[in-house]
């Protein structure tokens, strides 16, 4: 009876996620799509940010999300493969020790810390540095957020790379072909799923970053099309909602447009983590077949 | 021909060099800024130390005094996240790895985990604001940042729960059952602590997360300034990451050793929770036996 009892809460507890996801869901339609009663949608898409004066146009945003979000991944690319490949194919055992916590140590970094650093030295210096009238741009913005997807690519390619048998590399090797040419002409392409995961997983932790962005990006809700973007001030979808959110009366048509850029940022999410983790899926089962 | 080959092979080594010697770089380049940044908040944070600053709430427009309240709030969210996502973590984690069966329903379970994983803070924010502030009407609480934590920290604790039990070896369970034993007097009593190592490591890693962040807490339960603690669950509260945010942008003129100094505070709790993590998890692998 009491084995009964248990193992009934552990199935309900089981099924908490999908209740949970579909829950978030329901919530963000419930504030968010009121928003498309009230605006346009041609206006939702339109280049003007201005809540104030009752411009609601999300394309900055969108535009900005985009910019940051890409930069930041072609900044962290090199760095996170490079480092898995160094720690899961050349690193002797005890540098290994050394380099997998403190990667870890990145990811455990609270974001508001790195946004601190971001405005206190690393904005200071880019203004500096490449003489700009102000430091707080995309480019800082991006720096921070490669920084922040750097554990998400090391780890996943890491294990990308662990997963390639070793029966591939021993071929290699006995062809003759160097330790380097393995791992640049066998073992990183067989592992290329694997690096495509952690590169889409990377986009999806970039996307979504908040207080970093915020605080060095410099606010400006400004389309980031021209060629010096990169250096001046934009806002991304998560800091406008971060930064406007606490100041808007709740069911105000500022406060529902809010929650359907939240609608926005979820389903890209969504749609980034179910493809990467199908993609990884159908690579596993394309895999057990053959063995 | 022979000096051919061995010109070919002596070109093969440089190249190998230089690869390794630039991969060896990057790993460098990408370690060097975390260490120098903790070494420079470190150095720049520790004078600002004192028993003051850590017993003494904000004063003079938060210019002056501790950050207390700020200290005590972090905490507070942290238990509240561990009450709430522990226990549903678990039973999650033990129901996929333990009870489901490989069917549609579970590869539901296992999508929703993973898109759980992925949903933006802020959004986390949103969520929490619509229903537990605004719908279920507990305000900007404690109580509504903490269940907004939870849901967040949940997919981590179902992930390294699951983890950690799939890694114990079918054959105990086989042994347990054959001896007689009931499926959850098998898991309570043989497979759970196998797996606890790896649990706890999981728990506290989620729940350092939940700790230091600030978006999910923006519009549930975070407040800019408050001298007193906290009275019951349905107070906001100050927290650490938040305050950060506030003296670090909202205050103008805020003395930089405070601002150094509290980052210092919110960065101590988070490492000894990851030390925590790293150690349990390095002597589990030591003591194992399978």
């Known amino acids: 009876m009491r084995e009964k009892w248990i193992s009934r809460s552990i199935q309900i507890a089981g099924f908490s996620s999908i209740l949970f996801l579909l829950l978030i869901f329901i919530f963000l339609i419930r504030e968010g799509t009121p928003a498309l009663g009230e605006v346009s949608l041609k206006e939702i898409f339109n280049i003007r940010w201005y809540p104030i004066e009752k411009y609601f146009g ?31 194919e050349i690193a002797p055992e005890g540098i290994k020790q050394v380099l997998k916590p403190l990667i870890e140590v990145i990811a455990g970094i609270p974001s508001v810390v790195l946004g601190f650093i971001g405005i206190l030295v690393l904005a200071p210096f880019l203004r ?28 996943i390619a890491e294990d990308a790379l662990y997963a390639v048998p070793q029966s591939y590399r021993e071929a290699a090797i006995a062809l003759g072909a160097s330790h380097w040419e393995t791992i640049w002409g066998i073992t990183l392409p067989a592992a290329r799923t694997g690096v495509l995961t952690a590169v889409m997983l990377g986009i999806g932790r970039s996307l979504g970053e908040t207080m970093a962005v915020m605080m060095v990006t410099g606010n400006a809700p400004v389309l980031p099309i021209k060629w010096n973007s990169w250096f001046l001030p934009v806002r991304t979808m998560t800091a406008t909602i971060a930064s406007e959110m606490g100041e808007v009366a709740s069911g105000s048509v500022h406060y529902h447009v809010l929650f359907f850029i939240g609608i926005i940022l979820f389903i890209l999410s969504l749609i980034i983590n179910v493809t990467a983790s199908w993609v990884t899926f159908k690579k596993r089962s394309r895999e057990q077949a053959v063995s | 021909m022979n000096a051919n080959k061995k010109h070919t092979s002596i070109q093969k080594q440089r190249t190998q060099k230089m690869g390794f010697g630039l991969v060896w770089l990057i790993a460098f380049l990408t370690v060097l800024p975390i260490v120098s940044m903790i070494g420079y908040i470190v150095i720049k944070g520790s004078g600002t130390m004192s028993w003051e600053f850590l017993s003494q709430p904000p004063s003079h427009g938060m210019r002056e005094g501790g950050i207390y309240p700020a200290i005590v709030g972090t905490l507070l969210l942290t238990l509240g996240t561990a009450i709430f996502s522990v226990p549903l973590g678990l039973a999650a984690g033990i129901y996929i790895s333990e009870y489901a069966k490989d069917n549609l329903w579970t590869r539901l379970i296992r999508i929703a985990i993973i898109s759980l994983a992925g949903v933006p803070s802020v959004v986390y924010g949103l969520f929490g604001l619509g229903l537990f502030v605004l719908f279920l009407k507990f305000g900007t609480s404690i109580l509504s940042a903490s269940l907004t934590l939870s849901i967040m920290t949940l997919p981590v604790i179902i992930s390294t729960t699951e983890e950690a039990l799939r890694s114990v070896p079918a054959r105990f369970r086989i042994v347990s059952r054959s001896l007689g034993a009931t499926q959850w007097q098998t898991i309570q009593r043989i497979v759970l602590p196998q797996a606890l190592p790896g649990i706890i490591t999981g728990i506290i890693l989620g729940l350092e997360r939940a700790a230091g962040e600030t978006a999910p807490i923006l519009f549930t339960g975070a407040a800019f300034f408050l001298p007193n603690l906290p009275k019951s669950i349905f107070d906001a509260t100050m927290a650490l990451p938040y305050h950060i945010f506030v003296i670090s942008t909202q205050v103008p003129g805020m003395p930089i050793q405070i601002q150094y100094g509290t980052v210092l505070v919110l960065l101590i709790f988070v490492l000894s929770m990851n030390l925590i993590a790293t150690l349990i998890r390095a002597n589990a692998r030591k003591k194992r036996q399978w």
């Open chain 1, 58 to 88: 999300t394309l900055p945003l969108i535009g900005g999300s985009l910019l940051v979000t890409i930069t930041s991944i072609l900044i962290a690319l090199p760095f996170g493969i490079g480092t898995a490949v160094y720690i899961a």
């Open chain 1, 128 to 155: 500096k540095f490449l003489n700009l009238p102000t430091g707080l741009t995309a480019f800082a913005g991006s720096l921070l957020l490669a920084f922040i997807s750097i554990p998400t690519i090391v780890s």
